[in-house]
């Protein structure tokens, strides 16, 4: 499978950051998997934002569940995204990725920045 | 935020086997698999070992791992150019309920 994030590169702080992840090369609507966003600022390492299902089902991570949601779109074979009240700290490269036993397929990344 | 301690550096000559370590918890790696992945620069992790020390296919044999109660490890025998990279362990974990990265470790070849 190949996975690839889509969205704007630029957000302004305080405004809504939104990803999209399409996925090819098999189906999203399947219990074999769960769904992932990752993220890794500049120069720093790795950090789970949250799990989905293709139920609608999630998971988030504890730091960022008040501004994080997830959803997905089997009719379109994607999830995405939404990240609120933006700040510096979320800029970063987010990567989205299929979890079976683990993280196993990842997409390329795409930066996000957070500025004025 | 980083819950998995790994040291910022490693290096070593071409042919030689390098160590990375891999410290946790009972909540991650105490009860949980390990896995770890390769960074090259600029580009995404690829998986490199999954539950433990199984290797996806194309990884080379040169790449094994272990774990050891809360901690675990990561060795790269007959060192080669190309394995200079960024390598990160992870876990489930079971309060997060969610996955753990280590803080990374840079491994340069001499």
């Known amino acids: 499978p190949q996975l690839r994030e889509s969205g704007p590169g630029l957000v302004k702080p305080s405004e809504t950051l939104s990803l999209t992840c399409t996925v090819s090369g098999g189906s999203i609507n399947t219990g074999a998997y769960y769904w992932a966003w990752i993220r890794q600022p500049p120069g720093k390492g790795l950090e789970w934002i949250g799990t989905?299902?293709?139920?609608?089902?999630?998971s988030y991570n504890p730091s960022l569940r008040s501004r994080a949601s997830m959803s997905v779109d089997t009719s379109k074979n994607q999830f995405s995204l939404k990240l609120t009240s933006a700040t510096a700290t979320d800029t970063a490269v987010y990567y989205c990725?299929?979890?079976?036993?683990?993280?196993?397929?990842w997409g390329q990344g795409t930066l996000v920045s957070v500025s004025s | 935020q980083s819950v998995l301690t790994q040291p910022p550096s490693a290096s070593g000559a071409p042919g030689q086997r390098v160590t990375i370590s891999c410290s946790g918890s009972s909540s991650n790696i105490g009860g949980n698999a390990v896995n770890w992945y390769q960074q090259l620069p600029g580009t995404a992790p690829k998986l490199l070992i999954y539950a433990h020390n199984h290797r996806p296919s194309g990884v080379p044999d040169r790449f094994s791992a272990s774990k050891s109660g809360t901690s675990a490890s990561l060795a790269i025998s007959g060192l080669q150019s190309e394995d200079e990279a960024d390598y990160y362990c992870s876990a489930w974990d079971d309060n997060l309920k969610g996955y753990v990265f280590g803080t990374g470790t840079e491994v340069t070849v001499l």
């Open positions: 990725a299929r979890m079976a036993v683990t993280l196993d397929y």
């Open positions: 989905i299902y293709h139920s609608g089902s999630t």
